[in-house]
């Protein structure tokens, strides 16, 4: 039988090992209202805003300028700056690269002796109707050459947020991928839309915000979104 020592040091143990107990409950609840409050943020800010979400006044009949603009809000990113395309013919290399004022120019120019990124000449091109127009073209109506001219976005502003996320799918399973993202967006009432890669052998999904978001958020959604994908995937799948 315990002395009344022995159980007051009992309860002292006990009361601390309680003590813990409700500390650790307090991160835990603390931690669940946290994902809770982020969960809310990235549906209110990020699902129920799509910019497709709104009917587009723009149609197949209007203006060249109407359609140019609409496509400027769409893929909205830097505009001082935008990466180029390029294809060597010698080597066959392909990628983009941030479009220079000065590539190539005599004097100025020390390709390929010089690398770009340690260039004291670079200056950077700003994204322009015209350069938009091009791109929409496929060629620069300004060169003779007629080389193939395509763009890219820099989709990260100065301040860490973005207009849209993309999610690029390229294995050979990529048509039952992008039908189960798809699907996945459309549970949550997102408005996503599919694009055929260059290659023809994957595709783009893309989802436009009606404002500028933090990037984190943004890439919280797309985590978000692929989770729920696989998960969905295996359940169909067990």
């Known amino acids: 039988m315990k002395n009344i020592r022995e159980i007051d040091q009992l309860l002292a143990t006990v009361g601390k090992e309680l003590s813990r107990l409700d500390d650790r409950r307090a991160i835990i ?5 946290g994902l809770r409050r982020e ?5 209110q800010s990020a699902f129920g805003s ?3 979400g709104k009917r587009p006044s723009v149609t197949s009949q209007s203006s060249q300028n ?13 505009e001082d700056v935008y990466p180029k395309r390029f294809e060597s013919m010698r080597t066959g290399k392909r990628g983009y690269q941030p479009a220079c004022r000065n590539e190539w120019l005599k004097g100025v120019c020390n390709k390929p002796k010089v690398k770009c990124n340690q260039c004291e000449n670079r200056e950077f091109l700003p994204v322009t109707d015209g350069v938009i127009r091009n ?5 620069d109506s300004q060169d003779k ?7 890219g976005v820099y989709p990260l502003l100065p301040d860490d947020t973005c207009w849209f996320l993309a999610a690029d799918f390229d294995k050979t399973t990529w048509r039952e991928d992008v039908s189960a993202f798809l699907e996945t967006c459309k549970s949550f009432n997102i408005q996503a839309v599919l694009e055929r890669s260059r290659s023809g ?7 436009f915000f009606s404002e500028a978001i933090p990037a984190a958020l ?8 692929l989770t729920e994908t696989m998960e969905r995937r295996s359940r169909d799948w067990s």
Do not use: P
Not at 39 to 43: H, P, Q, T
Not at 218 to 225: D, E, Q, V, Y
């Open 29 to 33: 609840l603390e931690q669940i209202q």
């Open 135 to 139: 791109h929409l073209r496929g060629s």
């Open 39 to 43: 969960r809310e943020l990235i549906e």
């Open 66 to 78: 109407e359609k140019l603009s609409l496509f400027r809000r769409l893929f909205k990113g830097r």
């Open 201 to 207: 052998n994957g595709g783009h999904v893309w989802v």
């Open 218 to 225: 943004a890439r919280k959604m797309a985590s978000f979104i």
């Open 145 to 151: 050459s007629t080389r193939d001219f395509t763009i």
């Open 50 to 52: 799509s910019l497709l």
